[in-house]
């Protein structure tokens, strides 16, 4: 019912920047409530960051104000714009959708997912 497709990821030296972007098709994307997750080797899937579709945002602790979640609602898009990039960002970046507006920090809530995009940053 929705595809979300991530780009953006790429290699890049500590303190890059990158932006992450994930295109959503199917139903109407302003229905839903948007996330980014990300799983580094070996890990589970953590929180980075997400957006309901009011607006607010939330992100995990240790963006410290490095990361920066955002949607173009016109295109169907949502962004993760990444600046001061540390080793330990690396990983598999994936945005994911859900119709409920709680528990944005928890996995299981969202409904769709997209296939991922790999952030490598250099030390």
């Known amino acids: 019912q929705v595809q979300l497709v991530e780009s953006g990821g790429g290699l890049v030296q500590a303190g890059g920047s990158l932006r992450l972007s994930c295109v959503a098709s199917?139903?109407?994307?302003?229905?839903?409530?948007m996330g980014w997750f990300r799983q580094a080797s070996g890990k589970e899937r953590e929180f980075v960051a997400a957006?309901?579709?009011?607006?607010?945002?939330f992100y995990s602790d240790f963006v410290k104000g490095r990361f920066t979640i955002s949607t173009d609602n016109a295109k169907n898009t949502v962004y993760l714009q990444m600046n001061a990039l540390k080793p330990e960002d690396t990983a598999v970046y994936y945005c994911?959708?859900?119709?409920?507006?709680?528990?944005?920090?928890?996995?299981?809530?969202?409904?769709?997912w997209g296939q991922g995009t790999q952030v490598t940053v250099s030390s």
């Open positions: 957006l309901r579709g009011t607006g607010s945002t």
């Open positions: 199917g139903r109407t994307f302003s229905n839903y409530h």
């Open positions: 994911a959708a859900t119709t409920r507006p709680f528990a944005f920090g928890l996995p299981t809530v969202y409904d769709y």
